[in-house]
């Protein structure tokens, strides 16, 4: 029994730590095929000289980072300096587990994944909001205040567009939720409205331009992580990028009727639909001019909560009429 113990604790800690590998070298491919994309908008070559054509740019970008020595600045909390980025980018490990995928499943498969998808992505406002604060600079505070009520603000309207799919689904599963998109049809043909502003809300979820406000070079310099360098700034960096590469797979698992796990082909069109809103995440920081925050905060409260909500009911309406 012990013996079974130990192979099954070791077992959870291997996968785990195939999964940290597997997210930061998917960050990394994802980071290179950016700013190759933002080079052809903006008529340059791009990362061209680590290795063949720059395939080892990231990789050469994120060894320097951590090599070089973190700084704590003289009047910050230290500890709270250091939590903070540890906080955003665990709990965003901790989301994308629960994320399921056609060849690897999920390593947290249960009947509310969903759920703690968006309550992890919740949490990590927390991070933001103390590297604000126990940097103890006024650039920062100001940055992490920001990109906390833009964030506070947009949970809403994320977590109110997925309510009629789950709704629809009887489920706050996603494999539940996929299920039942197969036996009907992708659920943004029904929720078109609803599937727009999910896309939306989660560019300014993860601080993606046009809504980048919280790091607003001309006005704050870097926003809430303007005093961290060197490996505390990677794990802020790699926080980031999960948590778009999350809601890549969140929306084609929702709306874009997922994948068929007995397909193969059905399993590389998913990928190709990630492909896509990961696409969406890139393109939208090149052509796209950034919102003013009350034009942002205006957005929010005004236009996408009453169309939400007018959504959500109608749905619950619908739904209950038909049963």
């Not at 903070?84 to 390593?107: D, E, H, N, R, V």
């Not at 990590?124 to 940055?143: D, E, K, P, Q, V």
Request: charged share 10%.
């Amino acid at each position: 029994m012990f013996i079974n113990t130990i192979y099954l604790l070791l077992v959870d800690i291997v996968s785990h730590i195939i999964n940290i590998l597997y997210v930061v070298l998917v960050v990394a491919v994802y980071t290179l095929w950016e700013r190759r994309i933002l080079a052809r908008a903006q008529r340059r070559l791009g990362p061209t000289a680590i290795s063949y054509q720059g395939l080892l740019q990231p990789f050469s970008d994120g060894f320097k980072l951590i090599l070089k020595q973190p700084i704590v600045p003289l009047k910050a909390s230290t500890f709270l300096f250091i939590l903070a980025p540890i906080i955003s980018f665990t709990l965003a490990l901790f989301s994308w587990s629960f994320i399921p995928s056609p060849f690897f499943g999920s390593l947290n498969n249960t009947s509310l994944s969903l759920f703690y998808v968006l309550a992890l992505s919740t949490l990590g406002i927390y991070g933001t909001l103390l590297s604000g604060w126990a940097s103890n600079s006024r650039y920062a505070f100001l940055g992490s205040l920001r990109s906390t009520a833009q964030m506070i603000s947009y949970e809403v309207i994320l977590g109110l567009s997925l309510l009629p799919a789950c709704i629809i689904s009887s489920s706050l599963n996603f494999v539940d939720i996929v299920f039942a998109q197969q036996e009907s049809v992708p659920f943004f043909i029904p929720l078109f409205p609803l599937f727009l502003i999910f896309c939306i809300a989660a560019l300014a979820e993860t601080n993606r331009a046009p809504f980048d406000l919280p790091e607003a070079e001309s006005e704050l310099v870097s926003g809430y992580n303007i005093e961290y360098s060197g490996i505390f700034f990677v794990l802020f960096f790699l926080a980031e990028y999960t948590n778009m590469l999350i809601f890549s797979h969140v929306i084609p698992l929702v709306f874009l009727g997922g994948f068929n796990p007995s397909s193969l082909l059905s399993c590389y069109i998913y990928f190709y639909k990630v492909g896509l809103i990961a696409f969406g995440f890139v393109i939208a920081r090149a052509i796209l001019p950034r919102y003013r925050f009350d034009q942002l905060m205006l957005l929010c409260w005004k236009i996408f909560l009453p169309i939400v909500l007018a959504c959500f009911f109608f749905t619950a309406v619908v739904i209950t009429l038909s049963v």
